[in-house]
């Protein structure tokens, strides 16, 4: 009777795990999948499942915490198949660490530092740190003015379209992804009227940027877009 109970216990263990396994990955998306969440003002809001250092943009943003030893490399930072920060570092040949441990790049809230990626490492010609402070005092409202920094400064290079990604799920950070998704977009927004105002005034001569792809985990990417689309609706009506 006990052999019986138990074996029942075990099979029922295996078909709970079976579903659940069914479950996470019927809720992830492909990597290389693409979206068109919506535009605003003439920029194409594109969600993307890829990682930083693959995405083939003109200008790859990456957002990174003030340094401590093996951030990124160790728990609750995502397992390394999955993390794009660490991809990044590989790309590099270690470099995104050694900037960052160095204190030649120290994390803090909003600082950037511009890196040109050696030939081959990755797609992207210009890479954009973006910092955000102190991982313990993180609220998703920063998340606004980093937007707002990343397209500045890509406008400002010139580029007319970029790649943005936040890097808070690969640092640990159990972030809200739709509002933090949301919050970078109202930022590139707001970053974007007000360069329009300037040329309107003939103050600026940058081109106008035309797509943003905002990349997302195979595993966040329908929740970032609801957060995106939540935005895009919003600051239409602004």
């Known amino acids: 009777m006990k052999n019986t109970i138990a074996r029942s216990l075990v099979i029922a263990a295996l078909a709970f795990s079976a579903?659940?396994?069914?479950q996470t990955t019927s809720s992830t998306t492909a990597v290389g999948t693409s979206k068109t969440w919506g535009s605003v003002d003439g920029i194409s809001m594109v969600g993307l499942v890829e990682g930083p250092s693959s995405a083939n943009v003109q200008l790859q943003v990456a957002c990174v915490f003030e340094y401590t030893e093996g951030d990124i490399f160790n728990a609750p930072a995502l397992p390394a198949n999955l993390n794009g920060l660490i991809h990044l570092d590989q790309a590099l040949k270690g470099e995104l660490t050694n900037i960052r441990k160095s204190g030649q790049f120290h994390g803090h809230s909003l600082e950037t530092i511009l890196i040109t990626p050696p030939a081959g490492s990755m797609p992207a010609k210009k890479?954009?740190?973006?910092?955000?402070g102190d991982r313990n005092k993180f609220t998703p409202?920063?998340?606004t003015s980093v937007g707002e920094v990343a397209a500045r400064e890509a406008m400002r290079l010139g580029v007319t379209n970029f790649a943005f990604a936040s890097d808070l799920k690969d640092a640990g950070i159990d972030s809200p992804t739709a509002l933090v998704a949301g919050n970078a977009v109202r930022g590139i927004v707001h970053a974007n009227r007000s360069e329009n105002y300037l040329k309107e005034h003939k103050l600026s001569t940058t081109k106008k940027l035309?797509?943003?792809y905002l990349l997302a985990g195979h595993a966040f990417f329908e929740t970032a877009g609801g957060g995106i689309s939540e935005a895009i609706a919003e600051v239409k009506n602004k």
């Open 141 to 143: 409202d920063l998340m």
């Open 210 to 212: 035309e797509k943003v």
């Open 127 to 132: 890479l954009l740190l973006i910092g955000l």
């Open 19 to 22: 579903l659940s396994f069914a």
